[in-house]
């Protein structure tokens, strides 16, 4: 009987130990890859394939900005072959990532050059409202230019193929055509912007900059880069005057964040609400990123009164 004890102790110990280990690989031999958020999951299954395990941080539907980590998701970050984040844009796997992933994190923000995040602020009376930097922020909104998004591709694929030799041709193949894809969608953009009645959109939160910088908008934030944040009664009234001003028939609002206030803003200017994505999550497990881009498309030539060749 002791005997069988002794023996059955040590195989929980063993047991135990391979848990705990950090082993990298998943079950069947695939490379485990966690992804931060949406985008990121998107670009690294296009890329991966059946070929990786991918394991995404924030669930469908959620807000990514808010998302905290519980023990088993920290655990995978830990045991992960590699972990794909954008570093300043949730600070709860910023803090997991420094502390478990090691050489293993790929930050791809720093792939990219990335733009300077701005915040809408309030001024005095007589003073212009308009958008400040922040102080050594960065705009992490980059998957919303194609043109950027199509680097990171390349770069992700080559670091997929150092995660995984055994399949490297693979992986950097899929993002060569990923890359394609990416400057397809920034053809039809670029198109469908160019001659465009108005040049202003008006949205919820300032997720758009990157979108705006490529095909010459002006995007005119009623909230700065974070969703959370509420709009003082002055920001509110220098959006509602801004968007009179440039005839504006649209108010964009998101769809993990309220309409309320796009709401408000679009009944004082005698405007409509549509939807703009910024794709920081999925709702519909039926779109993904170049659905909801193309969708984001119509919704612009819509607002914009864009003439069509």
């Not at 966690?34 to 941080?57: C, E, H, K």
């Not at 995040?117 to 922040?134: C, I, K, T």
């Not at 309320?260 to 990123?289: F, H, M």
Request: aromatic fraction near 6%; charge should be negative; proline fraction near 5%.
């Amino acid at each position: 009987m002791r005997t069988r004890l002794v023996a059955t102790l040590t195989a929980l110990t063993l047991v135990a130990a391979g848990c705990g280990s950090g082993a990298s690989g998943s079950s069947d031999g695939r490379p485990q890859v966690v992804t931060a958020f949406y985008p990121l999951q998107f670009l690294t299954q296009r890329i991966g394939g059946d070929q990786v395990q991918i394991s995404d941080l924030t669930k469908p539907g959620a807000e990514p900005h808010d998302l905290e980590l519980n023990p088993r998701q920290v655990g995978a970050i830990s045991d992960a072959d590699l972990v794909v984040y954008l570093r300043g844009f949730q600070p709860a796997v910023d803090q997991a990532v420094g502390q478990e992933a090691g050489d293993k994190a790929f930050d791809v923000g720093g792939t990219v050059e990335l733009l300077a995040a701005s915040e809408s602020h309030d001024h005095g009376p007589g003073e212009e409202e308009h958008a400040e930097q922040a102080a050594g922020g960065k705009d992490p909104h980059v998957w919303l230019d194609p043109i950027r998004f199509a680097t990171i591709s390349d770069k992700l694929g080559e670091r997929l193929a150092q995660a995984d030799p055994a399949h490297a041709a693979d992986h950097r193949a899929r993002a060569a055509a990923l890359h394609g894809e990416l400057d397809q969608l920034d053809r039809e953009f670029a198109a469908a912007l160019k001659t465009c009645q108005r040049r202003e959109i008006v949205t919820s939160h300032t997720a758009f900059a990157y979108l705006a910088a490529r095909y010459d908008l002006h995007e005119v934030g009623i909230t700065g880069i974070s969703p959370e944040a509420e709009a003082s009664p002055q920001r509110l009234a220098g959006v509602a005057r801004e968007a009179k001003e440039t005839g504006a028939t649209t108010i964009f609002f998101e769809t993990l964040v309220s309409p309320k206030v796009a709401e408000t803003i679009a009944k004082e200017v005698g405007a409509r609400t549509a939807v703009l994505d910024p794709i920081e999550g999925r709702t519909d497990p039926n779109a993904d990123y170049f659905s909801m881009m193309r969708s984001n498309l119509t919704a612009l030539t819509q607002a914009l009164g864009c003439s069509h060749d």
